[in-house]
């Protein structure tokens, strides 16, 4: 497993991989730490999480260089995505007992109540592309709510993943109640199956989706799953223009735009289509890539080569087919992972661009009246974020209630994780839901307890 700088294209780091035998004595050992963890009280765990806290807070400078050196992202944003972690640390310890407390329910017994008790321990297998921020939003409500972990990170992001396992060691959590596996894809099949394994979150692709929730349902353990996006923004007539576009591009840029959640195609009035695609256009050719820790970069470059490349592909095959390239659309030259801010437009139905997730800075516009507006923002496999654009909320509410299919919509604001608000997508973007009072419960045994 091997770590690159896919700026400089250099190895930072070869990891050995962990055998079946290792892997299956860590999942003992967290298996018997869950037998003590489950016991101790919401205050004491509350403790360790918010030394958790303060240690991310007090290393996030060291922290966030790993995360730019193993996949790009600008530094500011690394630490952003440090200082997130920290902030749904102390979301959990201040919240979990209450989000967990006994729900009383009246029935004919003297006494009938909800009691959410842990599980064991869950797995987690995880992506590169926010490599603490993912961990951390299942780690601190699993662990608050009294489950051990396992994390099985992506394998070019070996650096970040142990960073973590260290870090709530130095936390002061009890031995093994978090640890991290480095394995590869081909090995998380075992994991699963492992009797002491309870269940599994997945976020990533649709595909590692599919095959994660097959092995899941087959051994009859409960799954989460946060998979990929492609998120449409309406921009309706009324739209703030410059509002909606400054922001739509924020969103699509953010993580050179290897976010789930980033705004991915842009669906506009006809009456301001020229405007909009105008402003549009101006802030994307303004976002400079370059060197992530430069303060005056926009976007770094892609977490790996072989993604830059696979993502020019879905861009040359659209434009084949018939799509135009408004802006950027080619591979600069040099060996870092590179990819331009891309607009594209005249995008229909068979193009890559239409259909497939676009994991980069690639936008596309699409021209349309409000009937066939949400037709095309609902014409995708994936349901995961939406936005729209109005200066009629009460029209922006119906749509984000009532039309666009996803599990967030915003109005006026592009898509945002928040620790107090559940998130999750429908459709092939997967199912459960982390953060919020939500999530703490996907991984819980909603136990009944009646009393005569
Ligand atoms: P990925 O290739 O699916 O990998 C994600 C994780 O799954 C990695 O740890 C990977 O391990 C593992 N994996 C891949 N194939 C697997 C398989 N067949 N069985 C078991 N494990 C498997 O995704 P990625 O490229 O890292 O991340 C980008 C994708 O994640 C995008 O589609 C993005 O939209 C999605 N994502 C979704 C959310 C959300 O909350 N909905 C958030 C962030 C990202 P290896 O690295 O060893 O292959």
Redesign the pocket.
Known sequence: ?QSINPFTGKVICDYKEYSSSEVEKIILKVDQAFHSWKLTSFEQRAIFMKNLQARLLVKKEELAGIIVSEMGKVKREAIGEIEKCASVCGYYAENAESFLKNEPIKTEASEAYISYQPIGTVLA??????PFW?VFRFLAPALMAGNTGVL?????VSGCALAIEQLVSEAGFPENVFRTLL????A??AVIENPLIKAVT????????R??AS?AGYALKKSV?????SDPYLILEDADIETAARLCVTSRLLNAG????GAKRFIIAEVIYDQFKAEFVRLMSEAKFGDPLDPETSIGPL?RID?RDELHQQVVKSVEMGATVLFGGFIPEGSAAFYPPTVLENVVPGMPAYHE?L?GPVAVLFRANSEEAIRIANDTVFG?GAGVFTSNIEKGKALAEKGLEAGCVFVNDFVK?DPRLP???IKE??YGR?LSVVGIREFVNVKTVVVR
């Open positions: 497993m297998v995880m992506p590169w592309n926010f993912q099985k990170h992506a394998s070019n394995i590869g894809s081909n998380v099949k997945l976020t990533g692709s649709t595909p590692a989706g095959s994660v092995i799953l946060e998979l990929g996006g290897q976010s789930c959640i977490a993604l997730e994991f995961l994780s998130f999750g997508g973007s997967g982390e």
